[in-house]
């Protein structure tokens, strides 16, 4: 074998190798590039965490859970007439939102080929995008105007328009992922349908569709505005539900832009509480889901 | 939901013994039933539609469609246009994206090709919360953490090595175009990620370790074995974290500086089509006024059901087959996991 | 689930609803509800107020929602509240919707305010009518402007670009100042005009007071413009501003209280009337009542609750106003406002 060839052979190894380090450091350089974006992308939740919890945790105390609001200029006073609120807000919106969310996911799922389904199916995808201060605006229009009253009943219609399509596409997705062969044994058993669907199928998926209705809960907590020209607030305790009634995130917004110190500590407190709430379901959500797994 | 009358049937011939023409009979009702409350869910769809078409009307009519390219937008002259909250919108969602889709691609790799199961499980989870901070509470951040930040340090870094693009010239205030594209870019990313994820997830294995098999770097046969075999699915997410963005009201409301004008500069204030209503709804009292903003209340109502409808679409041709029903549930809620 | 475990699932849900139906109707039997929407900028002043009046009649219970004066205007007249409240005075063509009609009824008063965020300026500004327009109109650019300078003799401002902030919503703070601007500066009057919402020709909108003050705290070399009591409770500074007997006037309670003595002889019957640009000594320029609206006719138990209210807060609250920022209403007004009272009739 002749000289120059060695050395053309070798030449090609360099080139090989150099390739081989080009691709594994872009390798290196590709895994540490999505390292990094998962520390990026939850980074702005520490932040706003951490901060919300060093403003508002100075301003927890029994009173901010159990004590009106205080006027401008005295001191003490909480927020337990926002929490009630929030609370009645909630049981109206999922005393109606719930049970039709449920019903139209059962829909969906189980008679879900129709012209009617398809339709339906869009109309829920749209709700989910629909802003919900346009929903806000609706649910006044539709009750507040003609009952001439804000409404403790009214916010609650509101916030069951948002949670509506979170149950129901939840409620859908899960009794879909209920085999077949479910069905079929409570049909062969001679079960009318109506019958295998509501003990056996839904029972079967209590813990699945519980989830999906807590997760729209949580979304309906934070809320503020669907609430603003429904619910609309109160500085007391509520009066019935055909009454104004105060919640927790309009409560948050209105101290937020008022020019008071302590009304300004008393939104963050709200805003802790709140977030607090929501995080919590969702990691009761969490929970529950990987115990079923 | 079940009548009186099955009740007592049910109690006098047990619960699986009813006659056939009884369930036929109980099929039907409850059927009719659920048909009702489906017809509940477009009922209130199209009342959306009707009420803000109803109030839209006034401006609609004396303006037509010119209403959504002008940019006039005078309350005491009483001359509306949309113009300048639409672009505010799209430039506010665009630089979101922009800032978005590479980390949200990113993540979702990281969590489905590289971290182990635990890590993966943790961080995928914190992502996921990103999406259930109430809109205010990240508006509240916005102002007090955010805008005060791009004003002492980001922007005058931009500036200084980017200050030769009109993008970044002017005094940056904190709040304008640039701090509502960045809290927007931190609230699709749970969304964008989420669905990046499934699409990644529903990648047959096979891909994966053939590539790894012909000698390929991890990043070779995620590039070719996972992104080449998603893009459509991609697309759909970036595209369902889109609509989260345009529809996006209080947390941009509280940051973007509320100007009615169309700026080059990034850091000049602008406005969008929610932050409008949002702004102005309450105190409007002239009907024209009012009418207006019904009318940009409806624009940005159907641009949300064609981009969601166009994504979702997507979605599901890419989902088609066993996985369709996770893919389902994630395009909607972005939070939702499921696994069987 | 079983049969017996779906019904008592039924059973307790609707139980459930029964009790959040009945929430709070105990209580209700013995107090009277009445509801209040409009300005935000008296919000603190009247919940301070309702509060305080709960005190003296404990079975009467007012609730007041601050979600700005248009939409108080709007609520009461599409009577989805029993009174509403705006800092700027209803139209003509408003009033002559609404039905039953509504009467204005001065509460205190307040004062718009030039506030800025100049570090290391000592001394409070003093601005003329002609600067202020000049500034708002885009006209006026830099600190060193020669008309700044003139009007502030020794004052050594920086050398920075004038970053104006505005509201960004509609409001009645908007409306007294943009009043006052048509009245002292024809261009504005032509250009700009008058009322709560604007087209800016420049500047930074924030929404509300709050908005607004948090956008001047945090820039310097801002300048913007709010209701006195955002001003102070931020420890901000406030400009003095030139009058129409040529004094400076720095807006305190005895000045703004001052701009409505001086104008009461054309202080309408209805009190509908705009004490901007006030002729006279010791007047801030930048004044304005803040009205409730209510309607002439109520349901006679509303009705003696809301003129118990009136004749309350017109005499007793007064003195609660000035603590709180506000400046109270001249001893002659609060008695043609009390003779006013008996025009609420019951139904």
Redesign the interface.
């Known amino acids: 074998m002749s000289a120059p060839s060695v050395s053309a052979l070798s030449r090609f190894r360099y080139q090989l190798a150099a390739r081989d380090s080009r691709r594994k450091v872009k390798n290196v350089l590709f895994l540490s590039f999505l390292v990094f974006a998962a520390i990026l992308a939850i980074t702005p939740l520490i932040a706003v965490f951490i901060y919300a919890l060093k403003q508002g945790f100075a301003g927890l105390s029994l009173d901010f859970f159990t004590q009106l609001p205080a006027p401008v200029g005295e001191s003490g006073g909480g927020m337990a007439n926002a929490l009630v609120g929030t609370a009645v807000l909630l049981a109206l919106g999922s005393g109606l939102g719930v049970p039709l969310g449920i019903a139209v996911g059962v829909f969906l799922s189980e008679f879900g080929t129709g012209r009617l389904a398809s339709f339906t199916r869009f109309s829920v995808d749209v709700l989910t995008s629909v802003p919900s201060i346009i929903v806000g605006l609706f649910a006044y229009a539709l009750i507040v105007v003609p009952m001439k009253h804000f409404s403790a009943m009214a916010g609650g219609v509101a916030l069951s328009i948002v949670m509506i399509p979170i149950v129901a596409r939840s409620t859908e997705e899960i009794l879909k992922l209920v085999p077949v062969h479910v069905r079929e044994a409570g049909l062969a058993l001679g079960i009318p349908r109506w019958k295998m669907i509501l003990r056996i199928l839904l029972p079967g998926s209590a813990g699945g569709i519980t989830t999906g209705v807590m997760l729209a809960v949580a979304r309906a907590a934070g809320e503020t505005a669907p609430l603003l020209f429904t619910a609309f607030s109160n500085q007391f305790w509520g009066r019935g539900i055909d009454q104004p009634i105060a919640s927790l995130p309009v409560q948050i917004y209105t101290y937020a832009i008022s020019p008071f110190e302590e009304w300004h500590q008393q939104a963050w407190t709200g805003a802790f509480v709140l977030i607090a709430f929501v995080l919590s379901l969702n990691l009761l959500t969490r929970l529950i889901l990987r115990k079923r797994t | 939901m079940s009548s009186a009358k099955e009740t007592s049937s049910r109690r006098a011939r047990g619960v699986f013994g009813s006659s056939r023409r009884d369930a036929h009979r109980g099929d039907r009702r409850f059927h009719w039933g659920l048909r009702l409350c489906a017809l509940a869910v477009i009922a209130i769809l199209g009342g959306i539609f009707f009420q803000l078409s109803k109030q839209a009307s006034p401006v609609l009519s004396k303006m037509g469609l010119s209403f959504f390219i002008s940019t006039e937008w005078d309350p005491v002259a009483e001359s509306f246009g949309a113009g300048a909250f639409a672009y505010g919108t799209l430039v506010s969602s665009f630089l979101a994206l922009l800032l978005s889709v590479p980390v949200s691609v990113g993540v979702a790799l990281f969590l489905t090709e590289l971290a182990p199961s635990r890590i993966s499980l943790a961080i995928g989870f914190l992502v996921e919360m990103l999406a259930a901070v109430p809109s205010v509470v990240y508006g509240l951040w916005g102002i007090f953490v955010l805008a005060p930040w791009i004003r002492v340090s980001l922007g005058p870094l931009l500036r200084k090595f980017l200050g030769f693009l009109p993008l970044f010239q002017g005094p940056a205030y904190g709040v304008g175009m640039l701090a509502a594209g960045l809290i927007l870019a931190i609230m699709i990313t749970p969304t964008i990620a989420s669905l990046c994820r499934e699409v990644f997830r529903a990648v047959p294995v096979a891909n994966r370790e053939a590539a790894l098999a012909l000698g390929a770097t991890r990043w070779e046969s995620i590039s070719w074995g996972v992104l080449g075999s998603s893009p459509s699915g991609i697309l759909g997410a970036v595209v369902l974290g889109l609509g989260r963005a345009l529809g996006e009201t209080m947390a941009v409301t509280m940051v973007i500086g509320n100007r009615a004008e169309i700026a080059a500069s990034l850091f000049a204030p602008a406005q969008t089509m929610a932050s409008v209503i949002a702004n102005e709804y309450a105190e409007a009292s002239a009907e024209m006024h009012l009418s207006a903003l019904a009318a940009t209340g409806l624009a940005l109502f159907l641009v949300s059901i064609v981009i969601n409808t166009g994504a979702r679409a997507v979605m599901r041709r890419v989902a088609s087959g066993p996985k369709r029903g996770k893919l389902g549930t994630l395009s909607k809620t972005a939070s939702i996991e499921v696994r069987p | 689930?079983n049969?017996k475990l779906?019904r008592s699932v039924i059973t307790s849900?609707v139980g459930?609803?029964m009790f959040?139906?009945?929430?709070?109707?105990a209580?209700?039997a013995e107090?009277l509800?009445l509801?209040g929407?409009g300005a935000?900028f008296p919000?603190?002043?009247y919940?301070?107020w309702?509060?305080?009046f709960?005190k003296v009649e404990s079975k009467a219970?007012i609730?007041?929602?601050?979600?700005?004066?248009?939409?108080g205007?709007?609520q009461v007249m599409?009577?989805?509240?029993d009174f509403g409240a705006s800092d700027a005075p209803m139209t003509d063509a408003?009033l002559a919707k609404a039905k039953p009609a509504l009467l204005h009824f001065p509460m205190v008063m307040g004062a718009v305010v030039l506030t800025y965020n100049l570090p290391g300026l000592k001394t409070d500004l003093k601005l003329t009518p002609e600067i202020v327009s000049g500034i708002f109109m885009g006209k006026i650019t830099e600190w060193k402007d020669a008309a700044l300078v003139a009007a502030n003799p020794g004052v050594k401002f920086p050398d920075e670009?004038i970053?104006v902030a505005h509201r960004?919503?509609?409001?009645g703070t908007t409306a007294i100042f943009s009043d006052w601007l048509a009245k002292v500066s024809p261009e504005w009057k032509t250009k700009?005009?008058?009322?709560?919402?604007?087209?800016?020709p420049t500047?930074?909108?924030?929404?509300?007071?709050?908005?607004v003050?948090?956008?001047i705290k945090?820039?310097p070399g801002s300048i913007g413009y709010v209701e006195l009591?955002?001003a102070k409770?931020?420890h901000l500074p406030v400009a003095a501003v030139k009058n129409r007997a040529g004094e400076f006037v720095v807006p305190t309670a005895a000045s703004v209280t001052a701009a409505a003595t001086v104008s009461l002889k054309s202080i309408p019957e209805d009190f509908r009337a705009s004490i901007t640009d006030a002729e006279g000594k010791g007047a801030y320029p930048i004044s304005g009542f803040t009205y409730l609206l209510i309607p002439v006719s109520m349901p006679k138990a509303k009705q003696k609750v809301m003129s118990q209210f009136l004749q309350w807060a017109l005499q007793n609250g007064q003195t609660l106003a000035e603590?709180?920022g506000y400046a109270p209403l001249p001893k002659t007004l609060v008695q043609k406002a009390l003779a006013r009272v008996a025009l609420v009739k019951a139904e």
Not at chain 3, 20 to 25: R, Y
Not at chain 3, 63 to 71: C, E
Not at chain 3, 168 to 171: I, R
Not at chain 3, 203 to 211: P, S
Request: hydrophobic share 30%.
């Open positions: 689930m049969f779906s849900s459930f609803l959040v139906a009945s929430f709070g109707q209580a209700r107090t509800l509801n929407a935000t919000y603190p002043l919940s301070k309702f509060s305080e709960k219970e609730n007041y929602q601050s979600i700005g004066s248009g939409g205007i709007r599409d009577h989805t509240v408003q670009p970053l960004s919503d509609g409001s700009v005009g008058a009322g709560p919402a604007l087209k800016w500047g930074l909108g924030g929404k509300g007071n709050e908005g003050t948090g956008l945090q820039s009591i955002y409770s931020n603590p709180l």
